[in-house]
């Protein structure tokens, strides 16, 4: 069964009729979800996939409980070992959602460096990931570096200092790219 990974922004609280007719699409296609616990774009995926009737999500979390859980759906708690409230601590469940996805959804807003993130982490895993930049209104698929490399364009020069800071965006790309030279040597 296909399990996907949809998360995004935490300051996209309305989602794009073209993003809620893919969610459509998932639950009709009966597809295994998997969802993060944060305000923001997970809550209202969490909102739209409760209307749609989805029974296959699961809503993961770092913690003893999840901040949301709007469907009241299955649970799997992440333990970290991270200080709680923290970065780390909150990345630890996204980590583990592109781990046990076969593909990513991604609602992003061009400056979140945890969605961008998610993106990121499911390359690691060679898995594809399809987001849908906010401010363009149009969907992205990302397999490759070249691909990530043509998303992170839409980022403003603030956008991508911030992503150096917090995800050390330069070296995740060159460590991808090595990965990608290493596959045909």
């Not at 708690?77 to 592109?98: E, I, N």
Request: with cysteine; aromatic share 6%.
């Amino acid at each position: 069964m296909t399990t996907v990974f949809i998360a995004g922004s935490m300051n996209i609280k309305h989602l794009d009729v073209r993003v809620k007719e893919r969610l459509d699409n998932i639950v009709t296609s009966d597809f295994a979800i998997v969802v993060g616990d944060a305000d923001g774009a997970d809550t209202s995926i969490q909102t739209y996939l409760c209307s749609a009737g989805s029974t296959k999500t699961i809503v993961y979390c770092s913690g003893d409980s999840p901040r949301n859980n709007v469907g009241k759906w299955p649970v799997e708690v992440v333990t970290t070992s991270h200080t709680k409230g923290s970065r780390a601590f909150f990345t630890a469940k996204d980590l583990r959602m592109a781990e046990v996805a076969d593909i990513g959804l991604m609602v992003w807003d061009t400056r979140s460096t945890g969605t961008l993130s998610n993106v990121i982490e499911l390359l690691v895993h060679k898995k594809k990931a399809v987001v849908f930049v906010n401010k363009e209104k149009a969907f992205k698929n990302v397999t490759n570096v070249a691909q990530l490399e043509e998303l992170i364009g839409y980022m403003s020069p603030v956008a991508k200092r911030k992503a150096e800071e917090k995800i050390r965006l330069t070296d995740r790309i060159e460590s991808l790219k090595h990965e990608q030279v290493s596959m045909f040597v």
